[in-house]
């Protein structure tokens, strides 16, 4: 399939304009003089480019339910508003992203299966999530999962999809093919995205699925707002991201497992690069590989989590441990990058919230007494939330 540049965007403007409509995305709904203070644009400039959004169906003026109070300080009239005028001034209003004009099809690929969702504009499921397994990991076999997924979740949606984001543990060039993702053990580059596009006729974009999550929480979650931010996930993998201001801090080698080996505990497990201890000891094969070997016996995840929950001695202390030693990572990446907030995310990070008083602990033996606490939250996980990052990344694609 031949994409072209219309297919890719909402609309065709300035960059403001651009600017405007994620900032009503990321903030909305949201004043007029909010956002021209954060866009750094004039009331007049403004008022020109989101009457062009207005006209466009992109965003519309909505009243402000909470705040009944008037703004003098927005010149322009507007007729149907005219019969809540009071006074001089009119009823606060703010602008918001029409949401429900487009829709979007996230799809998450991992090491257990597919998980896809099917958003609009502001990311919002528009139903349950589909998770099902790979039904194969050669890329004939992806290929063909994939768009027979995409094609079930555009017909549950209720406008046309716009775009296709998915992401991976793995790296892609311009969005449009992957380079590397082990856990598929591709040999050489995928044209992913085309080989979609083939089949569902829809424009489709790759990411690394970290970058996703990250991007997500900027534009639609816990990092709104929030001047800087970390993720970590913890999985088969540690992966690590940090935004300033809303936008990922980009280096060319961010993607390579920068924070993998970070001493945390001498008396750890060594790792396969032979560290002692390092911060591969939080992920999943490192502490099954501990259980097993305190226990003297092979396990899983899963005995290990049914163990934790029955509050078996050996796994309770391995697990008030493990926690410990997360709290020591955490606070050596806080007292470096200092964040804000920190976010711990991945399919192992559940097994962490058992015990948060030994994370804390590990924190405070590694941070000054003086620094502030660190705000760190581990919410419950899904693969949903990675589906629906998928989709964040090709919502940002369409409005930037
Ligand atoms: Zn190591």
């Not at 493990?322 to 976010?343: E, H, Q, T, W």
Request: with cysteine; net charge neutral; charged share 20%.
């Amino acid at each position: 399939m031949k994409t072209n540049v219309s297919q890719w965007h909402w609309f065709e403007a300035s960059a403001s304009t651009h600017q405007t409509v994620k900032a009503i995305a990321q903030y909305g709904p949201i004043a007029r003089i909010e956002l021209a203070q954060k866009l750094g644009l004039t009331q007049g400039a403004l008022s020109r480019i989101t009457s062009d959004l207005m006209y466009w169906g992109v965003i519309r003026e909505v009243q402000n339910t909470k705040n009944p109070t008037v703004d003098m300080n927005h010149p322009s009239d507007n007729a149907p508003l005219k019969k809540h005028r009071i006074g001089r001034g009119r009823p606060k209003t703010s602008l918001e992203l029409c949401a429900q004009q487009r829709s979007f099809i996230g799809i998450n690929i991992h090491s257990t299966g597919i998980t896809a969702t099917v958003t609009d504009a502001l990311c919002v499921p528009q139903g349950k999530c589909l998770n099902e397994p790979l039904k194969g990991t050669d890329v004939t076999s992806v290929v063909r999962q994939l768009g027979d997924i995409a094609l079930r979740c555009s017909a549950s949606s209720p406008v046309r999809p716009a775009m296709i984001g998915i992401s991976l543990g793995g790296h892609s060039v311009d969005g449009r093919t992957v380079t590397y993702a082990p856990f598929l053990k591709w040999d050489g580059d995928v044209r992913l995205a085309e080989m979609i596009e083939d089949s569902c006729s829809t424009p489709t974009l790759l990411s690394n699925d970290l970058d996703a999550l990250l991007l997500h929480e900027n534009w639609f979650s816990n990092a709104v707002n929030v001047p800087r931010f970390a993720l970590v996930t913890i999985g088969s993998g540690i992966g690590y991201a940090l935004s300033e201001n809303g936008e990922a801090v980009d280096r060319p080698d961010r993607s390579y497992g920068l924070v993998g080996h970070i001493p945390l505990d001498a008396e750890g497990p060594v790792c396969y690069a032979g560290h002692a201890g390092c911060s591969q000891c939080l992920t999943t094969d490192s502490i099954v590989s501990e259980y097993a070997t305190i226990i003297g016996k092979p396990c899983s995840i899963e005995e290990f989590m049914n163990d934790v929950n029955a509050d078996r001695p050996q796994a309770r202390r391995l697990i008030d441990r493990s926690c410990y030693r997360l709290g020591i990572f955490i606070a050596i990446m806080c007292n470096f990058a200092m964040p804000d907030k920190v976010l711990i995310g991945g399919e192992t990070s559940s097994l962490y919230r058992h015990n948060l008083e030994s994370i804390r602990k590990g924190m405070n033996a590694y941070r000054p007494t003086q620094a502030a606490n660190i705000d760190f939250a581990i919410p419950d996980f899904s693969w949903d939330s990675w589906a629906i990052s998928a989709a964040a990344t090709a919502i940002a694609k369409y409005i930037g």
